[in-house]
């Protein structure tokens, strides 16, 4: 019970600072008695299998995981275009229903729906 006492009052900082020092003499601990806890040979394939990955390249050239300056510039001008077509739709949605509200009253007909 004394033990439990003392690590409450040692707070994270020193919870912490006995976790490190454990995983290093853990760690030394493995070296002097000869474990060699690295798989080299996995770490290799690993590096190998990255590298191919980030090898692989599009028509133009360019690693594959990287965005294309052309790419990019399109989206953000395609983007701008449907905003303004956007704006545009609804200048003439506008227009279409004050036409047809001019049209029926003119005309006397009742107001059709166009809240669609």
Same mark, same amino acid.
């Given at each position: 019970?004394?033990?439990?006492?003392?690590? @409450? =009052? /040692?707070?994270?900082?020193?919870?912490?600072a006995l976790l $490190?020092? #454990? &995983?290093?003499?853990?760690? &030394?601990?493995?070296?002097? =008695?000869?474990?060699?806890d690295v798989d080299?040979?996995? $770490?290799?394939?690993?590096? #190998?299998?990255?590298?191919?990955?980030?090898? $692989? #390249?599009?028509?133009?050239?360019?690693?594959?995981?990287?965005? #294309?300056?052309? /790419?990019?510039?399109?989206?953000?001008? /395609?983007?701008?275009?449907?905003?303004?077509?956007?704006? &545009?739709?609804?200048? &003439?949605?506008? @227009? $279409?229903?004050?036409? @047809?509200?001019? /049209? =029926?009253?003119?005309t006397g007909q009742?107001?059709?729906?166009?809240?669609?």
């Amino acid at each position: 019970m004394d033990d439990i006492s003392s690590l @409450a =009052n /040692l707070g994270i900082g020193g919870i912490f600072a006995l976790l $490190v020092i #454990r &995983l290093v003499l853990d760690w &030394l601990k493995s070296r002097k =008695n000869g474990g060699n806890d690295v798989d080299f040979k996995k $770490v290799a394939d690993d590096v #190998r299998w990255l590298r191919e990955i980030h090898d $692989v #390249r599009d028509s133009d050239g360019t690693p594959i995981w990287y965005v #294309r300056r052309s /790419l990019e510039e399109a989206i953000g001008k /395609l983007a701008e275009n449907i905003k303004a077509q956007t704006e &545009l739709f609804k200048e &003439l949605v506008f @227009a $279409v229903r004050t036409l @047809a509200h001019d /049209l =029926n009253r003119h005309t006397g007909q009742s107001e059709p729906n166009l809240k669609t």
